[in-house]
C-alpha cells in the first residue's frame, strides 16, 4: 500500500514538480498551497509525511507545525526551507519537526530524505495499529447472556473480512461503534485504516463530499481536490453512524457504492473503486422509516445482510454494575483519585435507575465524579442522585436502605433479618425523627412522598406502624 503525503508550498511550480516527483515514486500525494487548505487537509485525513513549507502567505509554518503536533503528537513532518531559513528549520526539529529539506534541493537528496521519513512513519504506524488493534478487542463489558450471543456474532461475521454489509441497531449509548471497532479490529483488514462518518446534521452535498470527495474546481471553494473516506478508508472499514438520517438523494448513491463497488468523486467523471468494509448504524426503526417514505426500501435491505442488534443497558440489568466497576477503576487511575467503590445507596439506586443514555451516561456519570472527586472512598447516593433524571427517580420505589451520617451502613452488631424488615425499620425512625411529616421524611431519605405513604400505609395495615409519641 503507497504512504500518503500531504505537501504544503505556496510556490506552485514547485509545489507541482514535487507532486510528480512523488507520484512517479509511488506514492498517494495531496497538495496545499495555503495555511488555511493544509490545516483542513490535515484534519481530515492521517497522512504517513507531511512536508511543511516553512514560509506560507497566510500562515507561520513553525506555527503550523505545532499544531500538527499538538492535534497528532505521532506525525511525521518534514520542513521545507529556504537558505535564510535554516536557523528556523533547527527551532522546529527542536520543536517536533523529524528533518529539514533546504532549498533549492537536489533531487536524489529530496527522494532519499523523503524515504528516510517515511520508513520512520511506517515504524510508527505497525506500533500504532497494534495499540489501535488492542484496544479495539478490549471485551464488552457483560454478564449478559444476549451480549454474549451477540459476541459471538460478531467474532463469526468478523471472519469473514468485511465480504458482508452490517447493520447495527440499538439506542443512542449502546456501543454501536464499539462493535464496529470490534468488527474491524478481529477482521483481516485490522491493519487498514478504520473511519467512523456520522449521517446526522449535514445536507447531502456536504455529507457527498465527505463520503465521495471532489476534483480541483468542483466548486467555488474547490482550489485542491480532496479525498473522500470512500477513498482514504481503502482497503479497511467505514463506519456510517446514524445512516437513518441521510438524505433520500443520496441514499441511491450509497446503495451504487454497495452493489458496484464504485464511487465517482463531485465534479469527476472517472470511476474510484470502493474497497472499504461498509458498517451502518442507527438508533431509528428503519423498517417504519422504510413505510413512511423516509428511507430507501432497497437500501435497508442492501444494508443489512447482516443484522445486529444491541440490546438498551435497562434489559440488562445485570451489567450495571460491572460497568460501574469498569469505569470507576477507569476513571480512578486516569485521574488519580481514591476511589474505592459505591454505597449500598448509591449502588441500589444505579441498578435500578433505566439509563435513557445507556452506557455512554454511564461512563459519563462516572468520569464527571472522577474530575471533580472530593469525597471520601465510596460514590454515595447523594454524588450521583444530582446527575439523574429526577423524574425517573421519582419513579424508582428505592428501599431506603442507605443513609447514616455519611451515607454508610451501620455495620455493627448486624442482625440475621430480612433487608425489607431493616428498610422498614428506618423508614419508622426517620417518621418519628420528623414528627410524622411525611414530607420530611421522604426530602431526609431521599425518596418520593408517595413512597413513603405507600410504605407506611402496608406498616399500619399489618399493625407495625407505632404510635407517635
Not at 506514492?27 to 512536508?51: M, P
Not at 472522577?370 to 424508582?396: C, E, K, M, N
Amino acid at each position: 500500500m503507497s504512504s500518503s503525503v500531504l505537501v504544503i508550498e505556496d510556490d506552485l511550480p514547485l509545489l507541482e514538480v514535487i507532486e510528480s516527483v512523488l507520484r512517479d515514486d509511488g506514492y498517494a500525494v495531496t497538495t496545499a498551497s495555503t495555511g488555511r487548505e493544509a490545516g483542513a487537509q490535515f484534519s481530515r485525513e492521517v497522512f504517513e509525511l507531511v512536508l511543511l513549507d516553512v514560509g506560507l502567505p497566510d500562515a507561520d509554518g513553525v506555527e503550523l507545525l505545532n499544531r500538527f503536533k499538538a492535534e497528532r503528537p505521532q506525525s511525521v513532518i518534514v520542513m521545507m526551507t529556504a537558505n535564510a531559513e535554516v536557523k528556523v528549520a533547527v527551532e522546529s526539529m527542536r520543536n517536533g519537526a523529524y528533518d529539514f529539506i533546504e532549498k533549492p534541493f537536489r533531487l536524489d537528496r529530496f527522494r532519499t530524505s523523503v524515504r528516510r521519513a517515511t520508513d520512520h512513519a511506517s515504524g510508527q504506524e505497525t506500533v500504532r495499529r497494534m495499540v489501535q488493534q488492542a484496544v479495539a478487542s478490549e471485551p464488552f463489558i457483560s454478564k449478559s447472556h444476549g451480549i454474549q450471543e451477540l459476541l459471538r456474532q460478531v467474532d463469526q461475521v468478523a471472519r469473514v473480512g468485511g465480504a458482508t454489509t452490517v447493520l447495527i441497531q440499538g439506542e443512542t449509548g449502546t456501543g454501536k461503534e464499539l462493535i464496529a471497532k470490534r468488527l474491524h479490529a478481529l477482521s483481516p483488514r485490522a491493519g487498514s485504516p478504520f473511519f467512523a462518518q456520522s449521517c446526522a446534521n449535514f445536507t447531502s452535498t456536504l455529507l457527498e463530499d465527505q463520503l465521495f470527495g471532489h476534483s480541483k474546481g468542483a466548486f467555488t471553494e474547490a482550489h485542491t481536490e480532496q479525498r473522500g473516506l470512500l477513498a482514504l478508508a481503502k482497503d479497511g472499514t467505514l463506519f456510517l453512524d446514524e445512516i437513518g438520517e441521510m438524505p433520500l438523494a443520496l441514499q441511491a448513491k450509497i446503495l451504487r457504492v454497495l452493489e458496484e463497488r464504485k464511487f465517482t468523486r463531485l465534479g469527476d467523471h472517472q470511476e474510484g473503486r470502493v474497497e472499504a468494509q461498509i458498517i451502518s448504524a442507527t438508533n431509528r426503526d428503519l423498517k417504519k422509516m422504510v413505510s413512511s417514505g423516509g428511507f430507501r426500501k432497497d437500501l435497508y435491505y442492501r444494508l443489512g445482510i447482516v443484522l445486529l442488534s444491541i440490546p438498551p443497558l435497562r434489559e440488562r440489568r445485570q451489567d450495571i454494575l460491572p460497568l460501574l466497576d469498569y469505569y470507576r477503576k477507569l476513571y480512578r487511575a486516569q485521574f488519580g483519585v481514591e476511589i474505592d467503590g459505591f454505597t449500598d445507596a448509591a449502588a441500589e439506586l444505579l441498578e435500578q435507575y433505566d439509563w435513557p443514555g445507556n452506557v455512554r451516561e454511564l461512563r459519563n456519570l462516572i468520569e464527571r465524579l472522577a474530575i471533580i472527586w472530593s469525597g471520601g472512598p465510596l460514590i454515595d447516593f447523594t454524588h450521583v442522585r444530582p446527575y439523574l433524571d429526577s423524574d425517573q427517580i421519582a419513579r424508582i420505589d428505592l428501599p431506603p436502605l442507605l443513609v447514616g451520617e455519611n451515607g454508610h451502613m451501620a455495620e455493627s452488631n448486624p442482625r440475621l433479618v430480612p433487608l425489607r424488615t431493616v428498610q422498614d425499620e428506618h423508614i419508622v425512625s426517620i417518621y418519628r425523627y420528623a414528627q410524622g411529616n411525611k414530607a420530611e421524611t421522604a426530602r431526609i431519605l431521599g425518596i418520593t412522598r408517595q413512597t413513603v405513604q405507600k410504605r407506611l400505609a402496608q406498616l399500619d395495615r399489618e399493625g407495625r406502624l407505632p404510635a407517635l409519641v
